[in-house]
């Protein structure tokens, strides 16, 4: 393999990883921003749901 093909190789592959780490963070923000809601509305509601 020639250096360019190689170069080209490692841009593709960090250029996948990038996209990669911030589809992560942004779906790992969302996901917490609705757990923070979803408990925000069980302790609102904790007298309903008390046995």
Do not use: D, P
């Amino acid at each position: 393999m020639s250096g360019e093909k190689i170069y080209n190789t490692m841009k593709s592959v960090g250029t996948g990883n990038l996209i990669m780490g911030i589809l992560f963070i942004v779906a790992g923000v969302t996901g917490g921003i609705i757990m923070i809601v979803s408990g925000g509305n069980l302790l609102k509601k904790k007298s309903e749901i008390l046995f």
